[in-house]
Structure formats: C-alpha cells, structure tokens
C-alpha cells in the first residue's frame, strides 16, 4: 500500500488495496433466543448450520436490570447430535464491577448460550473451583451477511495447495497457528473452545486442543480447565478447509519501509497474521515502541508434528516476535504453574499479512474525558449492530501504539460505552523498546471506557487478579 499523512491518526497511515468485487461485512440478525424458545430441528438447521456456517458470530443480550446491552463476539459455533445449537464465546473474561471497573480479586469466565434461551457462566476460582452458574435469559444471534471463509481446501488435497494458501497470509477458518515444514503443514487451534457432551459443557469444563494434517485424522487433546492436568485425546476423521482470501502479503524493499508499512496499520487497525521461520501465527496485539514493532503471536501447543497428541508431554507456547526478528517464547503446562522454559532467538525471518477489510476510526478520547474525534452515539450503535471493533491505545509519553482486538462491549442507556480486549499475554517493562514476556507467563487483559478510563489486569490460574489504571493516553475505537 502507499502510505500518506492524516489527521485522524499521528504518524503514516496505510492504505490498503479493496478490490470493488469484497463485499463490507455487515451484520444481522438471525436468531432470537427467548427464554420460554423450545429448540427444534428447524432451529439447529437452518441457523447453526446454514446462517453461522463458516462464522464466528456475535451476541447481544440486555442485563438482568434492563439498563444495558452487551455485545460479545468472537464466538465459537456448535452443531450437536441433539436439537441444540450453542455458541461458547471464544475468549476468557474477567468480572466487572458495574459497566467500567474490573473487579479486585476478579474471577475468569466463560460464558455459554444455547438457542432455547439458557445460559451457563463457568467461572474459574483459581486452581480449586469450577462454578456453573445456570440462567435463562433471552439473547440475540447476530451473523454476517457474507461467508467470511468461501474458499475451500479438501481434505484429501495436497500439501502445495496448502502451502500456497498460507503462504499467501490467508486466514483458516479455526486455525490460529500453522507449522509449514516438510513433508506436510500442520495446522492448529489452541485454547479457543471447551468441550462439549451431547451439546452442553461438561462440568469439570475442558479445553479443547486440536490438530491436523491433509488426509489425516483430526487430533484432540482435552485440558482441565484450573488444573494443570491432560483429562483425555481424540481422534476425529478429517474435514474440509475453509479459508478467507481477503488477505495480502505487505512487500517491503528495507527495514524502514517495512517498519513504516507495519505502523501505518497499526494507526489504521487492521488486523495482522505473522510468519515466523516456518510458522504462521495470528496477532493477537501489535505494539509499536520507538522504532520496534513486536506481533504478541497465537499460541500453539508444543506437539506440532502429525501425530496424535501424548496425554501428559504436551505444553502450550506463548511468544512474541519484534519485525527485526527477535523472538521470546515461554513454554508452561497449559492450565498448570509449571513453568518448562524461557527461550530467546535473534535473526529470524519475519514476514506479516494484513487484511484488506477496512476499518475506521469513529471515536476517540483522551484520558481526561475530552473527546479527540467522532461521535459516541455512533459507536453506540455501530457496536449494537455488531460491527467488528478494534481498539487502538496511543500513549502521550511514550512512544508507543498498540492495536487490539475486543471480544466484550458494554453500552449503557444513558449512551456510555466500555469495551473488553480478547486476552494476551502480560509484558514486563511494558514501555521499554525491548519487551519481554512476564516471568509467569500470565495473561494480559485490558478494558477501556468511552470517557477516557483504562484499566489492564495480568492474571494466570494460580495467582490473584492484579489491576492497575493507565493514564495520559489517546483512546480510538475502530469500527469495521
């Protein structure tokens, strides 16, 4: 993309190429969950399968004081055997005081919906306790109007075809690391869903792990949530691919170009897919500190060979990697306070992809409340509608950007709006150029407020919720 000066954002900002043929990516609705809805087969057919095919989809609800709504997204779909359809929101939260403050002590949650109106929050207290807290409640589906992965890979396809897709920077649909070493790719998806037993969360809840190759069976390895423990692998045949080609590759000619390139789609929002070596990561964040940009990257379990996964050898890796090619990796027991290595690797080759649906910046506020640029009312109702968000943090300072993506958003009556980030993994010397994954390899979690307030929490399994306010930043919201 060429890149030029705006007045929405400090710094270059990129344009990326749309081909007029891409459709935007609206939202609708699709289902109503009341909560007297009795399933039936036309429910799990027509919407699990036919409308949230390929999707991950969003739900909207009213709190119990009927005061505010709330918009999740990033959900992960499900068809059962049952007439049920459920979605399980993708990503851990943490719990709120009111609309705006995470709560001290905080719990980790999973909310999980099904289509007849009932819901299950598990929380998660510490290492211990597992609650499921049972309700009905009415909620609302909401789906894209376009098939956000229409390209398709067979399973009994070959491995070029594979490698061509990846190598293009395209998104696979449920994957979110893939390792491209011959003879085969092995493609993964790490942390995203629990499991399911005749279309409800089995309590203890797991944490589904899976892998697969082309023309092999898909593995599964399930991990106790709050425990640290393996509780049992699967094997499941193979299926098709679907993948989104809406994806380029960004070309740079030196260092500067690409460094330029990578902060221009930072202030632009979009999101980013890294290659490392020969593994293929998403980009959960990417910080820009002075000169440095760093890509917090996907994790992946350690075990990436086509092979079924063992019951107690496997780990999970998290990792960051600077566009200069250095790479930190921290490699623990998923779930577990066992800490198996720290690891750092100089240069690398690091190659990113951004996705070509744009976003734009609709409302911005500084710390102090004063507002920067747009209008609330129309982030209001843009996050109502169920646009994609994305959220982009510029420090005052420091010299320092961060994109990221939302998974929760709270929007009062009265018009006031929080939003929640999907979690990342904790930094130490968050500001310093060089950044380092914490010693405990604990997750990051941020939440910000359309009057300025921002607040980042750092939690793992085994320890108690640590908050802390950060002050004198620039808040955008970017709306795709």
């Known amino acids: 993309g060429t890149c030029a000066c ?10 990326t190429p749309r081909p007029s043929s891409w459709p935007l990516r ?38 119990k004081d009927n005061t505010a709504t709330s918009v999740l997204s990033h959900i992960w779909t499900s068809v059962s055997s049952t007439p049920l359809c459920a979605g399980v929101v993708a990503n851990v939260g943490l719990d709120k005081i009111g609309w705006n403050r995470i709560a001290p002590g905080s719990k980790r949650t999973i909310r999980y919906f099904y289509c007849d109106g009932r819901n299950h929050k ?36 070959s491995n070029a075809e594979l490698k061509d897709v990846l190598a293009k920077g395209y998104s696979i649909f449920r994957s979110t690391f893939a390792r491209d070493e011959e003879p085969e790719v092995v493609l993964q998806d790490t942390m995203k869903h629990l499991s399911l037993v005749s279309g409800e969360i089995n309590i203890p809840a797991n944490w589904v792990c899976s892998k697969y190759a082309l023309g092999k069976d ?11 423990m393996c509780n049992g692998v699967a094997t499941y045949s193979p299926e098709t691919l679907a993948y989104d080609p809406m994806w380029f590759s960004v070309k740079a000619s030196s260092a500067d170009e690409a460094f330029i390139k990578a902060r221009g789609y930072i202030l632009q929002g979009q999101q980013m897919r890294v290659k490392v070596g020969s593994d293929y990561h998403d980009a959960i964040d990417v910080i820009r500190t002075g000169t440095l940009v760093w890509f917090v990257l996907s ?38 306070d066992s800490i198996f290595s720290y690891s750092l690797e100089f240069g690398l080759a690091v190659d990113f992809f951004v996705d070509a649906r744009h976003y734009t910046n609709v409302f911005s506020v500084y710390s102090n409340s004063s507002v920067a640029h747009g209008r609330l009312e129309e982030l209001r109702d843009l996050i109502i509608s169920g646009s994609d968000i994305r959220v982009l943090i510029q420090y ?6 961060r994109i990221m993506n939302t ?27 060089d950044l380092r994954l914490a010693q405990e390899c604990d997750f990051e979690y941020v939440l ?22 950060e002050t004198d930043v620039l808040i955008t919201w970017l709306v795709g």
């Not at 807290?133 to 894209?144: M, N, P, Q």
């Not at 898909?218 to 640290?228: D, I």
């Open 6 to 15: 705006t007045n929405d954002f400090i710094g270059e900002q990129c344009e």
């Open 299 to 336: 994790p992946y379990m350690n075990a990436t060979d086509a092979v079924p996964f063992q019951m107690d050898d496997d780990l999970v890796v998290k990792s960051i990697v600077s566009l200069d090619g250095t790479r930190r990796k921290c490699v623990h027991v998923l779930e577990g």
């Open 448 to 469: 910000v407020t359309s009057d300025g307030y921002m607040e980042v929490a750092n939690f793992n399994v085994w320890s108690t919720v640590n908050v802390r306010e």
């Open 396 to 401: 005052e300072n420091v010299d320092k950007d």
């Open 407 to 433: 998974q929760r958003h709270t929007v009062l009556d009265t018009g006031k709006v929080s939003s929640e980030t999907i979690p990342s993994w904790h930094l130490n010397d968050a500001h310093y150029p």
């Open 26 to 63: 609206n939202w609708t609705l699709v289902l109503t969950a009341y909560q007297t809805t009795s399933p039936s087969h036309t429910i799990h057919n027509s919407v699990i399968h036919d409308s949230l095919h390929y999707h991950e989809p969003k739900i909207r609800s009213r709190n």
């Open 218 to 228: 898909k593995w599964a390895l399930f991990q106790r949530l709050s425990k640290g």
């Open 122 to 157: 598990i929380i998660m207290d510490g290492t211990t306790t597992v609650m499921d807290v049972k309700s009905r409640r009415a909620f609302e589906i909401l789906a894209s109007n376009e098939n956000l992965y229409p390209g398709e890979i067979a399973s009994n396809a």
